[in-house]
């Protein structure tokens, strides 16, 4: 019907602005209801948990000429702003967060406006709850004071709690934590909170409770979610004390002395008993029941027992006195509570009198005696005369004795005395009475009395002086001493310094040095200091001996010796020049070959012994090389051949000589020089494997030496295999056997092969004749598949098997066979005598 109305208004506004021509009308905001997003907000609800930023509603409506509207939002002076508006689509936004339970409506002002006309609405926003409040404690802290005597199931305390929010989120109900030991109870909708039915309160046990109470909601939707707050408070219950215990003695049980200087009126102890209940406890009343015989009392008030005649008169030595402690009552008498004790009364002997030590001369407290080291363990020390006596009785006449001094080297008997003893002194380590370690001995002997409250002590100086035995060998600082000496040293210059000692006293610790053993003949010790020294008439040189190794002897006065070991090493100096075979070397050098000199140094270790080669002068000059370490001398590259050398000299015959120096490395450094001689000859076409080997063993020739030996021991031995054949041979067949040498002579134009080498030079011999061909078989007596039998050509015997005349030529070839053997053993050895003399 409204909008009916508000369609005819319209229709008439518009027939009257067409009727009068210059009529404006101004905008409007559609109506859509509260339940809509769009128009002019009125009547809108939105959740308080709705988040900032959320577009919540659109501002709509129109202009009746079609112009275009603009919208505006504004709140009253001092509110708080929660919207924000986008003029031109209306969109509204949440700018700040909302909180029902601080502001459940909002006023603003929603506007629209053509530019020319503004419209402006008063509108009302309502805020709908959230389950966003936990419940709230009300009269905060809960402390309840309650008897313990309550009974169980009785109501105690009401709780409450508030929950600000509306709905099922607003209900609240109330539950326990649990806990096993839980003595309460509590009503889930009113709060209620009871002894648990069949628990009762002990204020002896427990005088305070602390029970933890949980308040929860209802449970409602939050941002989408359904949640549940709950709050917790913690309720004290204090339980007060009723009257329900008896008094009871504290501190039992009880003893009490009475001593021999005690007079009546004395205090012998004291009982205390409190009331069991503490929360409220009555005063307490002693009294004696039984047992004091008439000679003990008791204060009522404060529990003092006291001795009524004198210790003389007392009958026993032992009272058991039973006391009675009972709690006060209102009408101020002894109630029915009460507690009993055994009060234990001793008569003993005041200890007034402490441990004492007695000498031979009455009360003594230093004992010394005089003694050798090292006694037996086990032997008691009869020089001390010790009693101990504690004048007291009983108990208090009870006491021990101990040593204190060094640890297990004495022990005292007894240990434990009552009154009186004798003391003895035993020696229990013997290691420990050691002149060496001090020559006295000092001990406190000590009695301390054991069961007794003052603990009466005595003490006295137990002191021992000690006399030396020969009980120590010397014994030197170190098991071996190494030591280093130049060569050449002086005779009578200091080695090495031996040390021994022997702790013993006077002429046992005096020590005497010797020294024995392989090369100790060169060197003679100090018999007091232990200097160890060349003999005077020795001069050490490392090349003849570098190491020498000896003993070291150190005895005292009654023979009791100990060893070490010396080692001596020679240092070895630079004291010998490099030397060669000869001043003048005689060298014969093949084109491309070099040749070598060579030095020696007698020193014996590196680096004086290494020796470097120069060239110091040479004819002619820069034509040689020469290696630093092995002194192989070599021409220079460009020297390829006998013409370039006969362009350099200009002679035929090629003869150049240079000066070689070896320097050995020590410190200062030697040298010495030697004229090298150079025949310069090119190298003579060689065939064949042999002489291929004496090419390269040409810089060998010890070598070249060794091949040719090899060669005539096989020859040797090969003439010996021959002659043995023939001999078995010709034995078992009777044939002519021969006996026969070859001599071929060298032909005369054949020139034999001269190898030079310094002090040394081989003529070879032609090479070796052919063994001479065998004859041709005989045309008879030969069967097919015999193995033709070889005839004798030069010289020959028949003879028969087992004739004298067979056996003595067999015994002629023999000894042509040994001639020949030693002849050319004779030879091979001149050879070699001859290769050692160039060498030495």
């Known amino acids: 019907m409204k909008k009916e109305k508000k369609t005819h208004a319209l229709l008439f506004l518009l027939l009257l602005q067409f009727t009068l021509g210059q009529s404006d009308y101004a905008p409007y905001f559609y109506d859509n209801g509260p339940s809509s997003t769009n128009g002019n907000m009125a009547l809108f609800s939105i959740s308080e948990d709705t988040p900032v930023g959320t577009q919540i509603y659109i501002l709509n409506g129109t202009d009746p000429e079609g112009d275009p509207v603009r919208y505006g939002l504004t709140f009253e002076k001092g509110s708080k702003e929660y919207f924000r508006v986008e003029p031109k689509s209306g969109n509204v936004t949440l700018i700040q967060e909302l909180d029902r339970e601080k502001q459940g409506e909002i006023s603003l002002l929603v506007s629209i406006t053509d530019g020319r006309n503004k419209v402006v609405e008063t509108v009302r926003v309502f805020v709908t709850d959230a389950n966003d409040e936990p419940p709230e404690f009300q009269n905060l802290p809960f402390i309840i004071d309650i008897p313990e005597d309550t009974t169980p199931g009785s109501s105690i305390y009401r709780v409450q709690a508030v929950d600000k929010d509306m709905g099922s989120g607003g209900s609240v109900s109330y539950y326990l934590q649990t806990s096993p030991f839980a003595k309460f109870t509590i009503d889930g909708h009113s709060g209620i909170l009871r002894v648990k039915p069949g628990e009762t309160l002990d204020y002896e046990t427990t005088p305070t409770h602390f029970v933890t109470v949980v308040a929860k ?158 006694p037996p363990a086990g032997e008691i020390l009869r020089g001390f005369k010790i009693t101990v006596n504690d004048s007291d009785q009983g108990a208090n006449a009870k006491f021990k004795l101990r040593l204190v001094g060094p640890s297990r080297v004495l022990r005292v008997v007894p240990q434990t005395v009552l009154n009186e003893a004798q003391v003895t002194i035993i020696v229990e380590d013997t290691s420990g009475i050691d002149y060496e370690k001090g020559p006295t001995l000092s001990f406190k002997l000590l009695a301390v009395e054991i069961d007794t409250p003052e603990r009466f002590s005595a003490t006295a100086d137990i002191v021992i002086n000690l006399l030396d035995t020969n009980d120590n060998i010397p014994k030197f600082t170190s098991e071996y001493y190494i030591a280093r000496v130049p060569e050449n040293s002086p005779g009578g210059s200091s080695v090495a310094t031996v040390t021994a000692n022997d702790p013993d006293s006077g002429p046992w610790g005096e020590v005497k040095y010797t020294i024995y053993g392989s090369g100790s003949d060169l060197f003679a010790i100090h018999p007091s200091s232990g200097v160890i020294s060349t003999q005077p008439w020795t001069s050490l040189d490392a090349e003849v001996r570098s190491k020498y190794n000896f003993y070291v002897k150190a005895e005292d006065s009654e023979g009791k010796y100990s060893l070490a070991e010396v080692f001596i090493t020679v240092l070895d100096m630079n004291d010998h020049s490099p030397e060669f075979d000869d001043k003048l070397l005689e060298k014969t050098m093949i084109i491309g070959i070099p040749v070598r000199v060579e030095a020696v140094d007698d020193d014996a270790e590196s680096p004086n012994n290494v020796i470097q080669y120069s060239i110091m002068t040479a004819d002619p000059d820069n034509a040689f090389d020469i290696n630093a370490d092995t002194g192989e001398i070599k021409l220079k590259p460009y020297i390829k051949s006998m013409e370039i050398v006969q362009n350099i000299t200009k002679q035929k015959d090629c003869k150049w000589s240079l000066v070689v120096q070896a320097r050995d490395r020590g410190s200062p450094s030697f040298s010495t020089t030697a004229v090298v001689n150079i025949d310069i000859t090119e190298a003579t076409p060689l065939k064949g494997p042999m002489a291929a080997f004496l090419m390269k063993s040409r810089d060998n020739p010890m070598k070249a030496l060794g091949m040719v030996t090899v060669i005539i021991s096989m020859l040797v031995g090969v003439t010996v295999l021959i002659s043995t054949a023939m001999y078995m041979r010709n034995s078992k067949s009777n044939r002519i056997m021969p006996a026969r040498r070859i001599i071929r002579r060298r032909p005369r134009d054949q020139q034999p092969w001269t190898f030079k080498m310094p002090g040394i030079t081989f003529n070879h011999p032609p090479p070796p004749p052919s063994a001479p061909s065998l004859p041709p078989p005989p045309p008879s007596n030969t069967r097919p598949r015999e193995r033709p039998q070889a005839v004798p050509t030069i010289s020959g015997a028949l003879a028969s098997k087992g004739s004298k005349k067979a056996k003595s030529s067999r015994r002629k070839e023999g000894n042509i066979s040994s001639a020949l053997v030693s002849e050319l053993k004779m030879k091979l050895e001149q050879k070699i005598i001859e290769s050692n003399q160039g060498y030495y």
């Not at 008169?313 to 009675?324: C, D, G, M, Q």
């Open 217 to 374: 909601d209802g449970g409602g939707k939050y941002k989408g979610k359904h949640q549940v707050l709950t709050s917790t408070a913690t309720i004290t219950v204090n339980v007060i004390d009723a009257q329900d215990m008896p008094p009871c003695f504290v501190g039992t049980p009880y003893f009490g002395y009475v001593y021999e200087v005690s007079v009546p009126g004395s205090e012998i102890f004291t009982v205390y008993a409190k009331d069991g209940d503490q929360g409220n406890p009555n005063p307490i009343h002693y009294s004696i029941m039984n047992g004091s015989d008439g000679v003990f009392n008791i204060n009522s008030t404060s529990g003092c027992i006291t001795l009524t005649t004198y210790p003389s008169l007392l009958r026993n030595e032992l009272y058991e006195i039973i006391v009675k402690a009972s709690e006060v009552g209102p009408n101020e008498q002894p109630s029915d509570d009460y507690d009993i004790t055994t009060v234990t009364v001793r008569v003993v002997d005041l200890n007034n009198h402490p441990p004492t030590f007695y000498g031979e001369n009455g009360q003594q407290s230093k004992f010394e005696v005089t003694m050798y080291e090292h």
